[in-house]
């Protein structure tokens, strides 16, 4: 656990070393665990065995569509044969308990939150910024002009309308006070998926003394993971955005519950995470005033 802590901090460290304007995004996540094994072999959304699930995230955004996250994942996962009418029969139940300590690397995908600035030509067809030859217009056919980063052009009370490159608009005066400000906002279901390390330190009771489980070198504490889900990610403001999500984890072992031979050792766990990410965003959008300084 303290490895997998270290580790999680250290990149944390080198991420926001070499920060740039809004790259970056720092998370939390908070939600709720459950696992399938050999104590709850079928019914993962079993309410009384569902657990509390916490995260934190350091993501690069590769792009508006693509991202990178390095995420530490702590839950607990629990189960009982008492909760199955046909186990309370068995001569010896068993039940469980064990916190889990999850680092992983993660990529998203986001196919529908495409942040870009769309430009009109004369006759009034939209495209992007990228594709721009000639004059452009935007959708009130106020004349644009293209500086740096920026498409700037005045309305007819001589107010600035400037666009950035991901379509986000800002209005100033002619003595460049912030008029109104207009962030492009996105929504967009995602995919992820990702490869990592768990902690596992589970505790069962009822395992009979003779149980090969009991050995403890019977098995390790550190398994190979491999996250992979999606959500939805709701991105409606410049400093933060929030997803919605639901994941699972097959972890190559039959072991995070501490019972498998005993049971059925064919068979591999699995453990569930879903909740709310809450991701503030590192950085600033640039400024046109600032690249005014610049020139």
Do not use: C
Not at 228 to 257: K, T
Request: no cysteine; charged share 20%; proline share 4%.
């Amino acid at each position: 656990m303290r490895l997998l802590t270290f580790i999680f901090i250290s990149s944390m460290m080198l991420a926001f070393s070499d920060m740039q304007a809004q790259k970056y995004e720092l998370s939390f996540f908070s939600g709720i665990s459950n696992y399938t094994g050999d104590i709850n072999r079928n019914n993962v959304l079993y309410m009384e065995e569902m657990q509390m699930s916490y995260g934190a995230q350091v993501q690069r955004n590769l792009n508006s569509s693509f991202s990178a996250g390095i995420e530490y994942v702590y839950a607990k996962i629990s189960g009982d044969d008492m909760n199955f009418e046909e186990r309370r029969t068995w001569t010896s139940p068993i039940s469980f308990q064990a916190p889990l300590h999850e680092l992983n690397v993660n990529f998203r995908w986001a196919p529908m939150s495409k942040r870009e600035l769309k430009l009109y030509d004369e006759d009034g067809y939209k495209y992007s910024y990228k594709n721009s030859v000639g004059q452009v217009y935007n959708e009130r056919g106020i004349e644009l002009k293209q500086e740096g980063k920026f498409f700037t052009g005045k309305d007819s009370g001589g107010n600035l309308w400037v666009y950035n490159i991901y379509g986000d608009l800002t209005i100033y005066s002619s003595d460049y006070m912030v008029l109104t400000q207009k962030y492009k906002k996105r929504v967009s279901p995602f995919l992820m998926l990702g490869a990592g390390v768990l902690y596992a330190a589970p505790t069962p009771v009822g395992m009979s003394e003779d149980a090969p489980e009991m050995d403890p070198t019977m098995y390790s504490r550190f398994h190979f993971t491999t996250p992979m889900g999606g959500g939805l990610l709701l991105d409606l403001h410049p400093a933060f955005n929030i997803n919605l999500e639901a994941s699972m984890r097959y972890p190559f072992s039959d072991y995070i519950d501490g019972v498998s031979d005993s049971r059925d050792p064919e068979n591999m766990d699995w453990y569930f995470f879903s909740g709310i990410r809450i991701s503030m965003k590192i950085g600033s959008l640039d400024s046109y005033t600032d690249y005014l300084k610049k020139i």
